[in-house]
């Protein structure tokens, strides 16, 4: 990892956060044309399962195709060999239109944990993804999803075992109160998967009572 790599996340993840407000913004204002959307097939995954997205691309969209992971903090990029930790893009100086299926390979090789993803095409010969001009589309063409890797149902929140976070009702990979689209409840600071009010880890907000994590009934 170099030095560089956690204030470059931190550009990345300020760049996605500001995606988000603009992307509602467009909506309400007009159709944003160049909105692009990252669906994964299942956002909770098991052993030995693959992470598959497709990327929705509505009009045709040319230059160099970029997906990432956030791993605790660090953003892995998804080469041509495999996830590493420097910007490389997974395909160069292609024309994208419609519905792209990529896999990113298999849950058997890595940590469980949960994997915000990232994809961008950059114009084709610029350096920097980092730099958002030079993202085809602008900032709303930024695709976000999360994955739920190896983790217990009362973490994901996929009780009814469907592949979705039971409260994922629009299929987005994200839990509906994850409004920062970081993987986690916002009410979970300490980013252990729990609303932090959940001391008895069963999933569920406890009722004032029950602080001591012995009960909720
Ligand atoms: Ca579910
Ligand atoms: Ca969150
Ligand atoms: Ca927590
Ligand atoms: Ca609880």
Redesign the pocket.
């Known amino acids: 990892m170099t030095p560089k790599t956690p204030r470059l996340t931190a550009n990345l993840k300020a760049a996605a956060l500001k995606a988000c407000p603009l992307l509602g913004l467009l909506a309400v204002l007009s159709s944003p044309a160049w909105a692009e959307r990252l669906d994964p097939s299942r956002s909770v995954v098991g052993n030995a399962e693959d992470l598959q997205v497709s990327v929705n691309f509505p009009q045709a969209t040319t230059g160099d195709l970029y997906i990432a992971a956030n791993v605790g903090g660090v953003l892995y990029f998804y080469g041509e060999h495999g996830w590493v930790p420097t910007p490389v893009p997974r395909e160069y100086a292609q024309t994208y239109l419609g519905t792209k299926q990529i896999n990113l390979g298999n849950s058997s090789g890595i940590a469980s944990g949960i994997y915000p993803i990232y994809q961008v095409v950059l114009s084709s010969n610029a350096a920097d993804v980092y730099d958002t001009r030079n993202w085809v589309g602008g900032l709303g063409s930024l695709g976000q999803t999360s994955f739920q890797v190896k983790l217990p149902a009362q973490i994901s929140g996929d009780l009814n075992g469907d592949g979705w976070a039971d409260d994922d009702v629009n299929h987005t990979g994200y839990h509906a109160d994850d409004l920062n689209h970081d993987g986690?409840?916002d009410?979970?600071?300490?980013?252990?998967?729990?609303?932090?009010?959940?001391l008895n880890h069963d999933g569920q907000h406890d009722s004032g009572s029950d602080h001591g994590g012995k009960s909720e009934k």
């Open positions: 986690y409840h009410d979970d600071v300490n980013h252990d998967g729990y609303h932090d009010d959940d």
